[in-house]
């Protein structure tokens, strides 16, 4: 199986499951070896007490582009830790996207950046997240 | 009005509107000034794509007690980072408790520590954020 | 060899290596399995731009702990990330007091939390790291 | 004064007296508006106890990289907090550039990223730093 089989294969398992990125409405745009760009669009059941969008909508969307990312070379990865800050809100109807890139790769552990933007290509929030690297295979060859 | 008094209004002016908190199933426990318990429980939309809850879910709940802790005082604040730990999955039907502390409160910046178990008192995650305390009043005296 | 001789061992292993914490003139108070507690004083050497003690000696001290903390096992452990809160500054001649606890500790990998002190018991800095443990041995028995 | 004026008399202000700053060696090659770059090389009173760079060492250069970059603006500037990812070891001998650059700044708080790197240009760590501005000014016009 080919590199981009992999990781086709490995985000096409998760994706069958993962309830919570289909319910934030998540789209796939890009995707490929440590990559992921995704978008959705803020719904009101996203906002958080001020009418904006809640920070762990923006921190769930980032987190879910991490997770494509870092399992695209079909070893199951985890989440250890990550850092989100916060640079301009985002409201109701607005389009989010978030780009991951793979800053690392080691044999055991990976370290993510995503980026997110809205559709005025304004920074929203930087993610950072570092991933372990189990030995359990996403995809049979 | 009392401090106390101003915690519960600054809560009740933000829970009135947060529609991503109520979505999650929060219910608050304990609030107070510099201080906010609540849980949830994890239902099947909240899962990822391993089946366990998605991370930014336990982020979210977080944030979310967060800011109800550092929105205590009755100046909005916002938070401007935070970082996540992510210690042991949780699963379906799991209850979720997400306990935040004051670590510091300065005139314009404060430092929060939430601690997230569940029912079997088991460290699931720790979160710590970073608010901007803004001049604008949440409650009206 | 006891779990306390092996971390004893792998302590005076490091120690007699690490020029930079000799440099800072920290001194070890207390050290056990998963656990260090060390103080040093801040020289005018250590100070920044602003004449307090730059950011990078506080990180330093905290590191040092959580070197010695997450190495206490007797498996060579490197840090993979690390955040630190700045609450309170020091000043020349200040006694800072850093104590590292372990948050988890997995196969692979741990966290921990090392608190830093004044004197007068004041918070300064609150550190958070991230450990990977490998498969070499510190200490042969 | 013009703001590239003001960027150089606040350096200048802040170098003079930042002692921690020069025990590293650190030489400024690049300075601006919300920019910093620099070097220094690794002695032997850096490395740790595995005989590579003490990672305070690093976290402090990004830590100057960055105070120089955020007080560029001439109101002084102080770190909220920080998080660093350690990627590459780097041995005595070795030439480790910082380069810190602004994300974002608003009236009150600001981000940065640090990029350290080796003098094969290969990445050795990853700061980010977040900047509260107080109102305080660094160079009088």
Not at 65 to 81: K, W
Request: charged content about 20%; glycine content about 8%; aromatic content about 10%.
């Amino acid at each position: 199986m080919t590199r981009d089989n992999i990781a086709q294969q490995a985000l096409a398992a998760m994706l069958e499951k993962d309830c919570f990125t289909e319910w934030l409405g998540i789209i796939i745009d890009e995707h490929g070896e440590g990559y992921c760009k995704l978008h959705f669009t803020v719904r009101s059941e996203m906002l958080n007490g001020f009418g904006i969008v809640h920070g762990g909508v923006l921190f769930s969307a980032a987190d879910s582009a991490f997770a494509f990312a870092c399992n695209s070379h079909g070893r199951l990865s985890v989440a250890l830790d990550a850092t989100i800050n916060f640079l301009k809100p985002a409201a109701e109807g607005d389009i989010v996207t978030a780009e991951a890139r793979e800053l690392h790769c080691g044999n055991r552990t990976g370290f993510y950046d995503v980026v997110l933007k809205n559709s005025k290509n304004e920074q929203l929030a930087l993610f950072r997240g570092t991933a372990y690297r189990t030995d359990r295979l996403l995809v049979t060859e």
